[in-house]
């Protein structure tokens, strides 16, 4: 029995009823359903009038700003998770070095904060 | 079954890994880099690294690709990209040079396989079962490896700082708000 | 560790409960969905001074799956400028994660009086959840992270101005309050000493008082379900399908069943996230065994339980009105993220300050102090971000 079978094959064999159902209900609806596209029917939606220009426009810098703090925040809960599982081994000393951790991480929020990128308007 | 798990997982990572090189639309490559993530998480859990697997997804999958998505929404990528525009020079050769390399190492690693590696399952793998698996990477972590853990902090904050440069918004006057600093 | 299904062998028995247990999961999820949407209009209905559907079946009971069979003879669009591929992935995308998640959430077993919430069938032992992968808890981060392909995807493939800007702005949403979903949960983490979703709810068995609700004070389960809220887009979160200034968000492009299926996760979502709520903070199934069969009551109260909760979201959906997109990146980023760091810090002060027998004020005064610092370190950062804005606002003008 491999090791991933052992703890997921429960979890690939749900998958695949989600799966299957999605795909069901698709294909139903794709045998079922009218088919009768005109070209104004395949424009996009804006507000009523014709689309101008490309639907795939830039977006703004600051969502980038807030997907790289997230990276950030990401990456620390991955490293607080070990140590909470266990904190009775590292006591102190494992209090004082994930405070460390935390507060510079705090310290680039901070910046972040300071620095007025965390304000929308 | 073994064979037919590491079968499925190798197949989504060089599919996968394949589409990341051969796709010209950014985000369909970005796609098929979550693919080949997932097939290395799942042989992770092959090998026992249940957190590693979960890091991989967690991390890697969820916030890494992320990112790049929203860096290509950043630039509005719609079309493929233009192949004849080259924007640093002597990017082909210096590639063809790096790609015949790796081919040879591929090559002279794999008739040399069987005296590199025996096939056994690694050693750090989980000895007593899953949970005292994450207890060992945590102790190690947190006691050999504290400064190097320390670091990754540093490096993460390094990071946030040079994006929040890089991306701020111009000041409306630069003087002004220097300024207003050094006043308080 | 782990489920002990597999521990002796592999054989037909086993391939049964597989598939039993998947089955049964997955009836649970979708009857879920199917009443949850029928509760959640009437309730509203009912506290908007409305009838809410009442024609489909007794009560309009059934009106959701005449909702489904009416999507799935509607005509199909997909725009011309939409990437055909990703346009048609991003459906399997939502939904599949808000089914996954549900696999780790335990919906029965009896934990108290020397039991480990395990049953016997077909000559096997199990417990009554979908799968206690070694990783638990983690796994729900993934399958939130996964979720947030399925909103960003769908809105950048169809080519279209209102669903990238519902979609970046749903996914940066997402993204922000992910993060505050992962470090309270680490409170849980803290407390438990184990990943696995069997273990949190075996150790908050019997008393109301080794809840993780209790035993972590309250304040992570606060954080953990205003993150949770946000992650689902759930009204006072749904900027992403702010009507007056997105259309429909990410989904505008979306008709028919696929349409639908979007649908169908938002419902699924919430039911997962209740689950997964209640197996964290309020002890899952636990709960005093009345009479009758011992099986029965662990079921009957995580069902109570999840009811409960559900009627808690629709009820802030009728209430309070919907988040500015600014309001809603400062409650994530400049509350709730510094506010779970600093409970985190406390509680594992505490929790090392009672290892090593320090004098009972000692833990919550250090804490208090660390909370202290980090509150003054945020509140200079606010004051500055402040004067700037005020002084760039004069600049301005």
């Given at each position: 029995m491999s090791e991933f079978l052992r703890a997921y094959l429960t979890v690939a064999v749900f998958a695949a009823f989600a799966g299957l159902l999605i795909a069901g209900v698709l294909g139903l609806s794709r045998l079922i359903r009218p088919n009768r596209p005109t070209p104004q029917k395949l424009l996009t939606y804006e507000s009523g009038v014709d689309p101008v220009g490309s639907g795939f426009s830039q977006s703004q810098v600051r969502y980038y700003i807030f997907a790289l703090l997230f990276v950030m925040f990401d990456v620390e809960a991955v490293f607080i998770f070990p140590w909470a599982m266990r904190l009775e081994l590292y006591q102190v000393f494992g209090l004082v070095e994930m405070a460390v951790f935390i507060v510079i991480l705090v310290f680039g929020l901070v910046y972040a904060w300071r620095k007025g990128v965390l304000r929308w308007v | 079954m073994d064979y037919v798990v590491f079968g499925i997982a190798a197949v989504a990572c060089l599919v996968g890994a394949l589409g990341v090189i051969l796709a010209s639309n950014p985000v369909h490559s970005a796609l098929s880099l979550v693919g080949t993530l997932f097939g290395i998480a799942i042989l992770f859990v092959e090998e026992g690294a249940h957190f590693l697997a979960a890091v991989q997804v967690v991390v890697y999958a969820g916030a890494i690709v992320v990112l790049f998505l929203f860096v290509i929404m950043l630039l509005g990528v719609d079309k493929a990209e233009a192949l004849e525009a080259e924007p640093l020079g002597g990017q082909r050769p210096a590639a063809a040079v790096v790609a015949a390399g790796s081919l040879v190492l591929v090559i002279l690693l794999g008739i040399r396989a069987a005296e590199v590696s025996n096939g056994a399952k690694a050693v750090g793998g989980a000895l007593n079962g899953p949970g005292a698996n994450v207890a060992k990477l945590g102790r190690a972590l947190f006691t050999d490896y504290v400064f190097a853990f320390e670091i990754t902090s540093v490096l993460l904050v390094i990071a946030v700082v040079g994006a929040v440069v890089l991306a701020r918004r111009p000041d409306r006057d630069e003087i002004e708000i220097t300024e207003t600093e050094a006043a308080e | 560790m782990g489920d002990p299904l597999f521990n002796n062998g592999f054989d037909l028995g086993v391939v049964l409960i597989v598939l039993v247990k998947s089955l049964i999961g997955f009836t649970f999820v979708m009857v879920g969905v199917i009443f949850m949407i029928w509760f959640e209009r009437k309730v509203i209905a009912d506290m908007q001074n409305r009838i809410g559907p009442n024609r489909a079946g007794p009560f309009g009971l059934l009106q959701t799956l005449a909702d489904g069979i009416k999507l799935i003879f509607k005509e199909d669009l997909r725009p011309d400028r939409a990437d055909p591929l990703v346009f048609r992935l991003a459906p399997y995308l939502s939904v599949a994660p808000a089914f996954l998640t549900f696999c780790i959430v335990p919906i029965g077993g009896v934990f108290t009086s020397g039991q480990d919430g395990s049953v016997h069938l077909f000559g096997h032992t199990t417990y009554l959840q979908v799968a206690d992968p070694p990783i638990g808890v983690l796994f729900l981060l993934a399958m939130s992270s996964i979720g947030v392909y399925g909103v960003m995807l769908a809105g950048w493939s169809s080519g279209s101005k209102y669903p990238l800007l519902g979609a970046v702005r749903a996914s940066a949403q997402m993204v922000s309050y992910e993060a505050a979903l992962g470090l309270s949960v680490v409170t849980v983490i803290l407390m438990t000493g184990s990943l696995s979703t069997h273990d949190i709810v075996a150790t908050q068995a019997?008393?109301?008082?080794?809840w993780n609700l209790v035993t972590t004070a309250v304040v992570p389960f606060v954080i953990f379900s205003i993150a949770a809220c946000a992650e689902l887009n759930r009204p006072p979160f749904d900027l992403v399908e702010a009507e007056q200034e997105l259309v429909g968000g990410f989904h505008t492009e979306y008709s028919s069943i696929r349409f639908g299926m979007f649908y169908l996760a938002e419902f699924m979502n919430t039911i997962t996230m209740s689950a997964i709520i209640v197996t964290l903070?309020?002890?899952?199934?636990?709960g005093p065994v009345l009479f009758g069969p011992q099986q029965i009551w662990p079921l009957v109260w995580f069902t109570l339980k999840l009811l409960g909760f559900l009627f808690g979201f629709v009820w802030l959906r009728a209430t309070l009105p919907r988040f500015r997109y600014d309001q809603l990146m400062d409650l994530g980023w400049k509350g709730l993220i510094p506010a779970s760091l600093v409970w985190l810090i406390l509680v594992a002060v505490i929790r090392v300050g009672n290892d090593q027998d320090w004098p009972r004020v000692v833990g919550p005064l250090v804490g208090l102090g660390v909370a202290g610092a980090v509150f003054l370190l945020l509140l200079g950062a606010l004051r500055t971000s402040a004067t700037r804005r005020h002084d760039e606002a004069e600049v301005g003008s």
């Open positions: - | - | 019997g008393r109301f008082l080794d903070f309020l002890g899952g199934p636990s």
